[in-house]
């Protein structure tokens, strides 16, 4: 009787069994690494959106930053006003503050003269609606020397100043440059011309520590006297009557 010969059933009689399984097995291995890349677990996820916080975050100081220096670039060379006859006049200040005034060419154009009374905002609201109030600066003549010759500085960029309000001394002024903080309530109330009122939410929820912010903005005639004298009368939006509010400006 005729024996048939067993098949050799090894692997290597069947090489594509081995490579369709090794295949298989690649293609196993990939996949989770595939679905990785395309699904990211929650743990990068959450990476992601507080880098785009962050982002968000940096990229709104950095603006806010970048105002406060152009602004500050501005005022810190105090342009000169030259014969300009009339001036917009910005006074503001938490109820619990100082009293600022801020001079501009225009209601939304750069500070030219930006100064801070020691005295509070609420006893100078309490003289003009008594009545007139007269508020002089007075500051001392200081001769500033240059590589030829003497120079005095401009009347407008002395640091400090005597203070009188209705012939009482109150104090000293002293000139500031425009910060951050100055810089947004200047950019809040850029649209009114005129006018005054309070900005209760001003610093995001309800009033500050120091209370509400207080504003007055109005047009000023500017006359100049002399090299060492200024004064800024406040125009009446009717035009009758003595201006409610005048600042004089004197150097002695």
């Not at 201006?243 to 004197?250: F, N, V």
């Amino acid at each position: 009787m005729k024996t048939t010969p067993l098949l050799n059933m090894s692997k290597s009689n069947f090489p594509w069994s081995s490579s369709r399984k090794v295949q298989n097995d690649e293609t196993l291995d990939q996949k989770p690494e595939e679905n990785q890349d395309k699904y990211p677990p929650n743990h990068t996820l959450t990476d992601l959106n507080a880098r785009k916080k962050l982002q968000a975050i940096a990229v709104s100081r950095i603006r806010s930053v970048l105002t406060a220096l152009s602004i500050h670039k501005s005022s810190s060379n105090f342009p000169n006003l030259g014969s300009c006859p009339k001036v917009i006049g910005t006074l503001f200040g938490y109820r619990k503050g100082h009293v600022h005034f801020v001079f501009q060419r225009e209601h939304n154009s750069i500070p030219v003269f930006f100064i801070e009374l020691s005295t509070p905002i609420t006893n100078l609201v309490k003289e003009m609606a008594s009545g007139l109030v007269r508020i002089a600066l007075e500051c001392d003549k200081q001769e500033q020397k240059s590589e030829k010759r003497f120079k005095r500085r401009r009347l407008l960029e002395e640091q400090v100043w005597r203070t009188y309000c209705n012939g009482k001394k109150c104090g000293f002024a002293t000139k500031r440059e425009i910060g951050a903080n100055e810089a947004k309530i200047l950019k809040a109330i850029e649209p009114i011309s005129m006018g005054a009122g309070v900005l209760p939410g001003f610093n995001g929820s309800g009033a500050g520590p120091d209370g509400e912010l207080m504003y007055m903005r109005a047009q000023f005639e500017r006359v100049v006297g002399s090299r060492d004298s200024e004064a800024l009368y406040m125009v009446n939006p009717d035009c009758h009557g003595a201006p409610e509010l005048s600042i004089y400006l004197l150097r002695v």
